[in-house]
């Protein structure tokens, strides 16, 4: 079955950095375009960042523009979200998705708390 385990969150002071990683399985994951979403307290899911099924192309949402990156590696059937510069408001649990066969699955998410 399809599955997503996101790592690499934790609590990190503001200006600092943080690598996510996703690995997935159950699936041709070359096969298809991956996303990050967050979701913090009290708000909802957004996405983040998207990536095709190559790495050819990234698409970004405005507030994340400039700091985050997103990546992939076919070979470990890994996705990757790269934030930069750290701040408070990022403050969110971070989740990968996929869309496949008409259906979204999603991981457990990572939590990630910036400290002021």
């Known amino acids: 079955q399809v599955q997503l385990v996101e790592s690499g969150g934790g609590l990190v002071q503001a200006g600092g950095s943080l690598r996510l990683s996703c690995a997935a399985s159950g699936f041709t994951f070359s096969s298809y375009a991956m996303s990050w979403y967050r979701q913090a307290l009290g708000k909802e899911r957004e996405l983040v960042a998207t990536?095709?099924?190559?790495?050819?192309?990234?698409n970004y949402a405005d507030s994340a523009k400039g700091r985050f990156t997103i990546s992939r590696d076919n070979s470990i059937n890994t996705v990757y979200l790269q934030i930069n510069s750290l701040k408070p408001e990022d403050t969110a649990v971070y989740y990968c998705n996929v869309g496949l066969r008409g259906m979204d699955f999603w991981g457990k998410g990572t939590l990630v708390t910036v400290s002021s």
């Open positions: 990536i095709g099924k190559t790495g050819g192309w990234t």
